[in-house]
């Protein structure tokens, strides 16, 4: 495949510099741009025209496409308008927490060009929910919105409901779909959240809620997924799904980062937190294709895909294993901006040579 220029002679330089520092700098770039005149204009002019084919309606909602934002790339709300213009059908912000806090010390993220990937060990840096909500209020964008929920650092386990619901109790009008994120390896004790009991009292609460805001804006409650980690066997797999099922999810977003270091050529077994990028694409997609054939047609929710996306073979391969959707973070670090309007245009051209009237034709098609 052909590499870009942002590829050959820019990602290279960037590099040198604290990968932290460079992604601050790309959103404040990207939001700069947004609202220059002409900004949007730019961003989108190598974007291919919209294509039916590649709408999907899932969730009760419509996508353009299927490539989405992950959570973490614009956790609070920076960038949206530049992110659709690139060519993204869906942006998820967050994870948001109810109060502004500033993650673990830094460094807390590392690249690790030769494989693609990156490790973090952010800790849910936020500038919190009223931040968030101020920069949201009474905008519209030309996308899906999701958002992110989760809990303050400091706040305990037993206390966790009232964080997620607090979030979505000030951000419900912004958004088109919400996200209960408790797989974070990031935060202490997050992932005992994944627990069955746990998990189910928290998505009903938070269900509860959601539909409590639908009536008050009488409009249709939104769509709640949860996000799971990649480091499930089965019996923890098979607790998250009827966990999440107990408490009426909507779907499922497959998978969180890493902790397990096996998926590195190098180990890195020195750095704290999740490893995201190429690495964790095998084990996301087999996670997300077993979870596919776990749910079955009786209990079937719409899946999310995330995890070494960077290609439309990538797209293809994770549809096919059963996602709905797909969703980008990493392979946009690597792949810059014109990431994404390279892989629609490539997923158009599967099209044409498939003959394929709609992108979700291919939806479980390895499984099924």
Not at 212 to 224: E, L, Y
Not at 262 to 288: F, Q, T
Not at 336 to 357: K, M, N, S, Y
């Amino acid at each position: 495949m052909k590499r870009s220029t942002y590829e050959r002679q820019i990602f290279p330089l960037l590099t040198r510099l604290d990968a932290e520092r460079v992604h601050r700098f790309a959103l404040h770039g990207l939001h700069l741009a947004e609202r220059l005149p002409g900004g949007i204009a730019a961003m989108s002019r190598d974007v291919p025209a919209p294509d039916p084919r590649l709408n999907v309606d899932t969730l009760g909602l419509h996508f353009s496409n299927p490539i989405g934002v992950a959570a973490g790339l614009d956790k609070d709300a920076e960038a949206i308008d530049a992110l659709f213009a690139l060519g993204f059908g869906s942006v998820e912000i967050g994870t948001v927490t109810p109060r502004p806090q500033p993650g673990n010390p830094r460094p807390r993220v590392w690249r690790i060009p030769d494989q693609d990937a990156v490790i973090n060990a952010m800790g849910f840096p936020s500038s919190g929910v009223s931040a968030v909500r101020k920069r949201l209020f009474g905008r519209r964008f030309p996308g899906v919105i999701g958002i992110n929920l989760g809990k303050n650092k400091e706040t305990s386990l037993e206390h966790a409901v009232r964080d997620y619901t607090r979030v979505l109790d000030d951000l419900w009008p912004m958004g088109n779909y919400v996200v209960i994120n408790v797989s974070s390896p990031n935060t202490p004790g997050l992932r005992e959240l994944q627990g069955r009991a746990a998990l189910g009292q928290l998505v009903h609460e938070v269900q509860r809620l959601n539909r409590w805001k639908a009536d008050v804006f009488t409009q249709k409650p939104h769509p709640v997924l949860v996000k799971v980690a990649p480091d499930l066997d089965d019996w923890a797999l098979d607790e998250v799904l009827a966990g999440a099922i107990d408490g009426d999810a909507d779907g499922f977003i497959f998978s969180n980062t890493t902790i397990d270091r096996s998926v590195l050529a190098d180990p890195h077994l020195e750095l704290p937190g999740g490893v995201s990028g190429k690495p964790l694409r095998a084990r996301a997609n087999a996670l997300l294709m077993l979870a596919y054939g776990r749910l079955g047609e009786s209990d079937r929710r719409p899946l999310i895909g995330v995890g070494g996306i960077s290609t439309a073979e990538d797209v293809i391969e994770r549809m096919k294993a059963g996602a709905s959707l797909v969703q980008i973070y990493t392979g946009f670090v690597y792949g810059g901006p014109g990431l994404p309007a390279r892989i629609l245009r490539e997923l158009q051209q599967f099209c044409d040579r498939e003959g394929i009237e709609s992108i979700s034709e291919i939806v479980g098609t390895t499984i099924a």
